[in-house]
C-alpha cells in the first residue's frame, strides 16, 4: 500500500484517502495556445519506469493538493512537497540521488 504525507497537515495517509492527480509540473495552456501544445499537454506523458513526480490531493483530509516524488517500480515514496512550486526542492532531488546514484535528475 502507498503511504503519502501530507505536507500541508502533517498526516501520513494511504492511498485510499487520497487522490492521484497524474503527472507533476506540467505546463498548462490558456487560451490562445497552439493545437500542437495543447495536444501535447493533454496526451504526451513521462509515465517512466523509476523515480517519478506525481500530483496528489488529500481528499479525505485538508483537501489540497501537493506533489510527491515516487518510484513507479518499488513504490518507494522518496517524499511530498506543496504543489504551488514549480520545481521539486533541493533536499529531495539530493535524496533521490544519494538512493539512486544512477538517476539522470529531474527535467
Known amino acids: 500500500m502507498l503511504i503519502l504525507e501530507c505536507p500541508y497537515c502533517g498526516v501520513k495517509a494511504d492511498e485510499t484517502e487520497l487522490h492521484g492527480g497524474g503527472e507533476a509540473h506540467l505546463k498548462r495552456y490558456g487560451p490562445g495556445s497552439s493545437d500542437a501544445d495543447f495536444e501535447g499537454y493533454l496526451f504526451h506523458r513521462k509515465n517512466p519506469k523509476g523515480v517519478h513526480f506525481e500530483r496528489w490531493r488529500h481528499v479525505n483530509g485538508c483537501g489540497k493538493w501537493f506533489h510527491a516524488a515516487r518510484c513507479t517500480a ?30 539522470e535528475g529531474w527535467t
Open 74 to 103: 518499488t513504490l518507494e515514496v522518496f517524499g511530498t512537497y506543496p504543489a504551488q512550486v514549480t520545481a521539486p526542492p533541493k533536499a529531495l532531488i539530493n535524496k533521490i540521488k544519494k538512493k539512486r546514484p544512477d538517476w
